[in-house]
């Protein structure tokens, strides 16, 4: 190892705070960019953060908009903007029988299982909302009236949940998924249309 290295590490022990980048643990020194409309910051780590990956500062969620793959300075730098919205998506539904308590099915009257629906928990998605224009290193997206555009992390659930035509409620109206596009690595962007 040369001292470069060792020098950078006991920069990080000393002026890095713990966030969490996807859920796991990582030291990072948080940067603030020149004030803007939205709130944006810089994250250096030591190890690569993803372009959508979801990062947590003081309870705060935002989503990775850039990619390094190649170290600056012996350390990794990302652009990270604020998540301004949480979705709240209906859980998955189950369509079962009634069952007692080894599993055995439970009759009705006349010798049928009686049908249930089960509804899971409902799951909180962290997005980035916008109704005028969107902007990634400079490709801008225009989107009309009544027109959103929604980026959340490009992953499985998401994808499912987000699935063109599906609609979900959001500042008191309800939206209907256009467009899903997934041509950023990592992100899931989505046009989405007031119903």
């Not at 590490?9 to 996807?22: C, G, W």
Request: with cysteine; aromatic share 8%.
């Amino acid at each position: 190892m040369n001292l470069f290295e060792i020098d950078i590490q006991s920069v990080f022990d000393m002026a890095s705070q713990t966030i969490l980048v996807n859920d796991t643990k990582r030291q990072a020194i948080v940067t603030t960019p020149p004030l803007k409309e939205n709130e944006e910051r810089f994250i250096h780590t030591l190890d690569i953060v993803h372009m959508g990956d979801l990062v947590t500062i003081d309870d705060d969620k935002y989503i990775s908009l850039t990619e390094s793959v190649t170290k600056r300075h012996s350390k990794y730098k990302a652009k990270i903007r604020h998540c301004n919205y949480v979705i709240k998506m209906p859980g998955e539904v189950i369509e079962d029988f009634k069952r007692d308590e080894n599993g055995e099915l439970i009759l009705d009257r006349y010798g049928d299982p009686i049908p249930i629906t089960i509804v899971g928990e409902s799951v909180f998605i962290p997005c980035i909302i916008e109704n005028k224009s969107f902007s990634i290193d400079g490709y801008q997206l225009l989107v009309a009236d009544n027109t959103i555009i929604v980026i959340a992390q490009d992953n499985e659930v998401n994808r499912v949940k987000f699935t063109v035509n599906n609609t979900f409620s959001l500042m008191d109206y309800n939206w209907k998924v256009r467009n899903q596009d997934r041509t950023k690595k990592g992100l899931l962007i989505l046009t989405c249309e007031r119903v």
